[in-house]
């Protein structure tokens, strides 16, 4: 039985075993979510289950995990299965703002969500890319501050606060699980007498976070394969 790409075959309310075949490309993808459109029921039912990823097919993540567990039955197996020239990549975390604002952590590859007890043997065979989205770039630094002195009869005034100088440059997106790079510090122009107040130029934002290739969240989960792992798989 074919849907939108994915094969479901195999599977039976006595046991058996659920092997879902996705043949095309597609985005944040819910192993729960496949499996219970054919009959799996995570709250009664320990039926394995086989996701196999096809040559060529590239699973993405665009705001959230690429490719996740659900919260399945504690006892059922779950092996994954991606071929050469299979891919399964998170998303790139966002820049940062002016202000040193610091880029976000890229997405995550694989998630396996929590899980307490149970017999359930998990597994990630690679043959082909499992990466974590890069990091995102850091945001530049503000501009100086700087309030201009004035002499005058009763002593030395202050101008209204202005910014001066120029804000430093974002930083680049990392990539596949790699982190951003910091965005480079502000410059300001130190024209301001001393008598005056002044705010020196803000530094770079810190570069956000790679993602995982596959977070395990505790679980026990082999990860296989002679493929490539580009992220962390704790």
């Known amino acids: 039985m074919s849907n939108f790409g994915y094969q479901i075959l195999g599977f039976g309310s006595g046991g058996g075993t659920i ?11 819910n192993i729960l979510t496949l499996a219970t459109a054919f009959g799996y029921n995570a709250a009664t ?11 060529g097919v590239t699973i993405s993540g665009s705001s959230t995990y690429a490719l996740r567990t659900g919260a399945l039955n504690a006892d059922s197996d779950l092996i994954i299965n991606i071929a050469a020239t299979a891919s399964v990549v998170g998303y790139t975390g966002a820049t940062g703002g002016v202000n040193s604002i610091p880029g976000s952590p890229g997405g995550d590859a694989i998630y396996f969500e929590t899980s307490t007890g149970g017999r359930g043997v998990y597994s990630v065979i690679n043959s082909g890319t499992v ?15 700087a309030l201009t002195a004035y002499g005058g009869k009763f002593g030395t005034s202050c101008s209204a606060p202005t910014l001066t100088g120029y804000t430093g440059a974002n930083g680049a997106a990392g990539g596949l699980g790699q982190a951003g790079s910091a ?6 122009y130190a024209t301001a007498i001393p008598a005056c107040y002044t705010q020196t130029a803000g530094s770079g934002g810190a570069g956000g976070a790679a993602g995982f290739a596959v977070r395990k969240n505790g679980r026990t989960v082999s990860i296989t394969g002679g493929g490539s792992y580009l992220g962390s798989t704790a």
Do not use: Y
Request: glycine share 32%; aromatic share 2%.
């Open 19 to 29: 092997v879902i075949n996705i043949t095309s490309n597609a985005v944040e993808q």
């Open 45 to 55: 039912s320990n039926t394995p289950i086989i996701v196999n990823i096809a040559s």
């Open 183 to 188: 965005g480079s510090a502000g410059a300001w």
């Open 131 to 145: 990466g974590g989205g890069g990091g995102g770039g850091g945001g530049g630094g503000q501009q100086g501050l």
